[in-house]
């Protein structure tokens, strides 16, 4: 299973998403099961490394995510993973447009797996990263779940 986890800058959420679910995967010892990463929907941050408060929650969780850095969708990525997840609707429409559509149903919000109709907080406005760590912790744990 090949998963996209997509917020809008891939800085903050997204990177948590990929990192927690790869924690889990791990501690399942399902790691040959799955391909993980994440992406932003825009340019604005990309290149550049976790931020660094999500940097800091993830570790005091335990999970290390140096060596990522920020990269923005490819019309490719539709067709290399199985699940495109994003963090709010306006990734999801962001998704949407940029890549014409979603005729396979790939894309879903990441608390929809956890049957929780609203999007993961934002940290970058709210600066509520452990509320962002809850909402990614949740999701990642019922994705896994169901698959």
């Avoid at 903050?12 to 995967?25: G, I, W």
């Avoid at 335990?62 to 993973?81: L, N, V």
């Avoid at 495109?84 to 306006?90: E, N, P, T, V, W």
């Avoid at 929809?112 to 990614?136: H, K, L």
């Amino acid at each position: 299973m090949k998963i996209l986890f997509v917020c809008h800058g891939n800085i903050c959420r997204s990177p948590m998403a990929e990192f927690v679910m790869k924690d889990l995967v791990e501690k399942n010892h399902r790691q040959n099961d799955f391909f993980i990463a994440s992406a932003a929907t825009s340019r604005e941050e990309l290149g550049n490394p976790v931020y660094p408060p999500a940097r800091r929650i993830m570790e005091q969780h335990g999970i290390d995510c140096r060596g990522k850095y920020a990269r923005q969708i490819t019309m490719h990525d539709y067709e290399k993973y199985d699940l495109l997840i994003g963090m709010d609707k306006y990734n999801i429409n962001n998704m949407k447009r940029f890549f014409g559509g979603d005729p396979e149903n790939k894309i879903s919000l990441l608390l929809q797996w956890a049957n929780i109709d609203r999007e993961v907080a934002d940290p970058w406005y709210s600066g509520d990263f452990e509320a962002t760590w809850q909402d990614v912790n949740t999701g990642c744990k019922a994705l896994l779940e169901q698959l």
